[in-house]
């Protein structure tokens, strides 16, 4: 077989070769000579593939651990890698400036060195929850550093290898000094807040029931003082009646008898009875009537819808409402009867009594003191709806707070009197009736206040 004359580094053959291979013919020796070559020229090759291979893969290597090393680095988060004995294996820069520590001082250390005694997560609680494969999130720690314990929140995983072998902990760490400061004080803000919102609830209902039960005293008032002037007129006449009723059964006989049933007026008590019974039967049934209508309106319960009297819900919340505190107070009441609503009355009672109570707080101190109550059929397309309008002679709502007055906790008046509650909680209402309860101005002065809802039957 030729050599080709290109390779005449082959045209002197090694000595050894020569010396081992002496024997051979000249032409077995040159042929065995170049198949050690080539095959000396192949290892070669692959020798340099591999050292190709190999140094792009260390370029890459290095690629990632720059990277790694970069990420680490520039990590804001405390980072902290253990093995499953919790002894420490890498820490990153901002573990080291946590605490105050270079990584040699912190590699090779128990975790438990790490963490505070005031701690609330221990390492042995890290490594028992690690130790079930289960992950730390969000726990707080106290890390235990050059500058005192230095609370963090924690989020930790188990490592594990490519064979999917568990070989260590991660844990990431982000100080929560500030951040908790700051969450803690606005924790506190709000639950002030809250609270103080509660307080505000619990007064403005507190007021309406006191509203309530001075309206409902005022009211009762009447009747009770009729039935009680009737029963001391009673008490009177039967005091005389049984005087006579004595004499007749003690035997008193014709001009003598005559003279008691003269002297006791025994003629005008007769006739005076049955229009004192009466009066008194009546001042009973108003009192009756005044107890039905607070049993009706003032209950919370949410029975189902019925179809009821707006007449009756209207007149009884101005009779409690602005009857008592605002005497002079000229009402005009103008609501049909037989005008009815679908609802809740109890719920629609307490929505009028909001608005003539907020009525008779815009008349306060005013000249000329009305309040107008109409109520009609409003007619239109889609459901047949009702509307019940509530115009005082006030100084009105100003046009900027308009659009603001239903707002919970919205209020022009002046601590302890208003609580801004009233109109948010009437429109609410209002809106679980499917109604409506909008706020103007009339042209002539004064706030319309407008409840609109499904009508009952026509
Ligand atoms: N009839 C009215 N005339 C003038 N302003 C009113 C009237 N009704 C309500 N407002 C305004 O709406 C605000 C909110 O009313 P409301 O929710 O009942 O709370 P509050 O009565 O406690 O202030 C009142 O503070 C007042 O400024
Ligand atoms: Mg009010």
């Known amino acids: 077989m030729p050599v080709s004359g290109g390779k005449d580094f082959l045209a002197e053959p090694p ?6 291979g002496a024997d051979f013919g000249a032409v077995d020796a040159e042929e065995a000579w170049i198949a050690v070559i080539r095959k000396m020229d192949e290892a070669y090759a692959e020798l340099v593939r591999q050292q190709v291979e190999l140094e792009a893969k260390n370029a890459a290597l290095e690629e990632a651990q720059g990277f790694i090393a970069g990420l680490l680095g520039s990590m804001t988060d405390v980072l902290v890698a253990c093995d499953l004995s919790g002894r420490v294996e890498q820490v990153n820069l901002a573990a080291e400036r946590a605490f105050g520590q270079l990584a040699e001082g912190l590699v090779g250390r128990p975790l438990a060195d790490l963490i505070d005694a005031s701690s609330p997560t221990t390492a042995a609680d890290v490594l028992a929850t690690m130790g079930m494969r289960q992950r730390i999130a969000d726990r707080e720690f106290t890390l235990a550093t050059t500058d005192g314990p230095l609370p963090v929140a924690v989020n930790g995983a188990v490592r594990f290898d490519p064979r ?26 709000h639950e002030h807040l809250k609270r103080t919102q509660q307080q505000l609830v619990h007064s403005e209902k507190m007021a309406s029931l006191g509203r309530l039960v001075a309206g409902v005293a005022h009211e009762l008032n009447n009747p009770i003082s009729f039935v009680y002037g009737n029963a001391h007129a009673l008490k009177r006449y039967a005091e005389r009646l049984i005087a006579y009723l004595d004499q007749v059964h003690g035997g008193a006989n014709g001009p003598a008898l005559a003279k008691a049933r003269g002297d006791l ?13 009466s009066g008194m039967l009546e ?13 009706r309106f003032s209950s919370d319960r949410r029975e189902a819808r019925e179809v009821f009297d707006l007449a ?43 608005l003539v109570q907020n009525a008779v707080d815009a008349l306060e101190g005013r000249p000329e003191r009305r309040l107008e109550i109409t109520g009609a059929r409003l007619d239109g397309p889609g459901a047949p709806r009702v509307v019940v309008r509530v115009r005082d002679s006030g100084p009105g709502i100003p ?21 801004g509650l009233g109109l948010s ?26 409840l609109i809802l499904p009508a009952g039957r026509p």
């Open 15 to 20: 000595l050894a070769l020569t010396g081992a």
């Open 164 to 189: 999917g072998r568990a070989v260590g902990i991660v844990l990431v760490g982000r100080p929560i000094g500030e951040l908790r400061a700051a969450y803690h004080e606005l924790a506190q803000a």
């Open 265 to 277: 007026r025994i003629d005008r008590a007769l006739s005076d009875i049955p229009a004192t019974l």
């Open 283 to 295: 001042g009973a049934e108003r009192v009756r009537d005044i107890v039905a209508d607070l049993r």
């Open 312 to 354: 009756g819900v209207v007149r009884s919340a101005v009779d409690w409402v602005a009857k008592s505190q605002m005497p002079d107070l000229a009402i005009l009441v103008d609501v049909p009867e037989g005008l009815e609503a679908v609802g809740h009355p109890g719920h629609i009672h307490q929505v009028m009594m909001n």
């Open 399 to 419: 046009e900027d707070i308009l659009g603001r007055v239903f707002d919970p906790f919205f209020t022009t008046k002046p601590v302890g009197k208003g609580t």
């Open 425 to 450: 909680i009437c429109y609410r209402i209002v809106e679980e009736h499917e109604g409506r309860l909008e706020a103007t101005n009339h042209p002539d002065g004064g706030a319309v206040f407008s």
